[in-house]
T-cell receptor
């Protein structure tokens, strides 16, 4: 089955700096790669996703890149703010099939 | 107008008891899931139903039994609760075709504490 590895497990940055979280996946058939943000005590919520027919997608301060050949994808957050502090999960799936999650990255943005 | 709602939000119970968590979605999605999030925050899928049919059943003890009376509801019943069952259980739903295929919509979670 699919295996998703996520790094780093914790990340601390100064407000205004950039943050990068990386994930690798094992199943070359996977074609949907969402990122979820989970604030403390809240539910995970989708922040951005990418499908295998594109290499990069951007939404304001958040971007995701995908390298299908290398089977890795990354989340980039620019100009970080304290409210970006949360746990971020990457996931991989084949279409609408089972989503396999990475172990999560706890991001702390220091004011 | 909550999209995915689950009840109860908190459960505190003794070892050996039986408990149920209910989930309902009003998004018109055809697939529903149960995820378990342990103390280390790992999110692991337990079950998935598509149009009331079980399609994913991960390695979960038989004490856990999901039931889907219709495609808008997915309940989770747990027998003979053990200490290791303490976790937050998230219900989620998604659509398998059309716009935003695959995106998971999570409920608020049900925090189960077994004493």
């Amino acid at each position: 089955g699919e295996n998703v590895e996520q790094h780093p497990s914790t990340l601390s940055v100064q407000e205004g700096d950039s943050a990068v979280i990386k994930c690798t996946y094992s199943d070359s058939a996977s074609n949907y790669f969402p990122w979820y943000k989970q604030e403390l005590g809240k539910r995970p919520q989708l922040i951005i996703d990418i499908r295998s027919n594109v290499g990069e997608k951007k939404d304001q301060r958040i971007a995701v890149t995908l390298n299908k050949t290398a089977k890795h994808f990354s989340l980039h957050i620019t100009e970080t703010q304290p409210e970006d502090s949360a746990v971020y999960f990457c996931a991989a799936s084949i279409g609408a099939g089972k989503s396999t999650f990475g172990d999560g990255t706890t991001l702390t943005v220091k004011p | 107008d909550t999209a995915v709602s689950q009840t109860p939000k908190y459960l505190v119970t003794q070892m050996g008891n039986d408990k149920s968590i209910k989930c309902e979605q009003n998004l018109g999605h055809d697939t529903m899931y149960w995820y378990k999030q342990d103390s280390k925050k790992f999110l692991k899928i337990m079950f998935s139903y598509n149009n009331k049919e079980l399609i994913i059943n991960e390695t979960v003890p038989n004490r856990f039994s999901p039931k889907s009376p219709d495609k808008a509801h997915l309940n989770l019943h747990i027998n003979s609760l053990e200490l290791g069952d303490s976790a937050v259980y998230f219900c989620a739903s998604s659509r398998t075709s059309g716009r935003n295929t695959g995106e998971l919509f999570f409920g608020e979670g049900s925090r189960l504490t077994v004493l």
